[in-house]
């Protein structure tokens, strides 16, 4: 259609006439609660999940995690469990249907079964209703899930005396050596230039070197080591005289034996 001078309208028709870009779209035709995933429903999940990951820290703080003693191979009384969150594996293969020669059964099979089935859950149900007695299907494989888990790390606990196996376990902790350090040696001068960074000021050790205190080391020794190295310790770490490096070694020796008298 022509007006005015020569101007054409030309209509497409692959465009609809009431097209809304970038519209949410109306949610009340869905039942149940009537809100946006993005960012309405979504925020909220974020909200609970802060809730409850600040009470489980809070939790960790209020009650951290008992530390066992070293593991030692030839204690063979020694009973290993897993972890509380896998305990209920633990006691799945006690049962004779998935241990011994069921033993893929019961550590692959069935657990890949049960978290696939969970996972498969959002995919199975795929309904409209929020509701979970409307949701059969997902509602049940969640109660089942958490139901099993429940009920085998209860079983799994149960059979466990966790206050005689925490008394047995304590970790053994050092002896600590009250050991009065002659800082007038010359001895001293030397290892505070060399060793004092990495041994401590009272030869007390740290997270880059042992204690110096309780070894069992001559004089010669000590000196090998200082030069040579030793385990983690390169060489090259002593940097002095020969006189200075028997100084140093016979300081050691002697706050050793000052330690072993005592």
Same mark, same amino acid.
């Given at each position: 259609m022509?007006?005015?001078k020569g101007m054409t309208f030309v209509g497409d028709s692959r465009i609809p006439s009431d097209k809304k870009k970038f519209i949410p779209k109306d949610y009340s035709e869905y039942p149940g609660r009537t809100e946006a995933f993005w960012?309405?429903?979504l925020l909220k999940e974020w909200l609970v999940g802060a809730v409850f990951l600040v009470g489980f820290l809070c939790l960790t703080i209020a009650h951290p995690a008992p530390l066992e003693?070293?593991? @030692?191979?030839? !204690?063979?009384? *020694?009973?290993?469990?897993?972890?509380w969150y896998f305990l209920f594996l633990y006691q799945l293969l006690k049962y004779k249907f998935a241990s011994g020669p069921f033993f893929v059964l019961g550590a692959m099979v069935i657990p890949g079964l049960a978290f696939g089935a969970l996972f498969l859950a959002p995919f199975l149900d795929r309904g409209k209703e929020r509701r979970p007695h409307k949701r059969?299907?997902?509602?049940?494989?969640?109660?089942?899930?958490?139901?099993?888990?429940?009920?085998?790390?209860?079983?799994?606990a149960a059979h466990v005396d966790w206050e005689a196996k925490a008394e047995n376990n304590k970790p053994v902790l050092?002896?600590?050596?009250?050991?009065?350090? @002659?800082?007038? !040696?010359?001895? *001293?001068a030397v290892y505070e230039n060399s060793c004092l960074q990495c041994h401590g000021g009272e030869l007390e050790g740290g997270a880059a070197a042992p204690t110096l205190v309780g070894?069992?080391?001559?004089?010669?020794?000590?000196?090998?080591i200082a030069v040579n190295g030793i385990n983690t310790m390169p060489a090259?770490?002593?940097?002095?005289?020969?006189?200075?490096?028997?100084?140093l070694a016979e300081f050691i020796v002697?706050?050793?034996e000052q330690a072993a008298e005592e």
């Open positions: 022509k007006r005015g960012p309405n429903f003693k070293m593991a @030692d191979p030839t !204690d063979t009384a *020694y009973l290993p469990l897993p972890d059969p299907i997902s509602t049940g494989l969640m109660l089942l899930g958490f139901i099993g888990v429940f009920w085998l790390t209860y079983e799994a050092p002896e600590e050596t009250s050991v009065e350090i @002659d800082t007038e !040696d010359p001895g *001293y070894i069992e080391y001559s004089v010669d020794e000590i000196k090998d090259d770490q002593f940097q002095g005289s020969d006189e200075e490096l028997q100084q002697s706050v050793n």
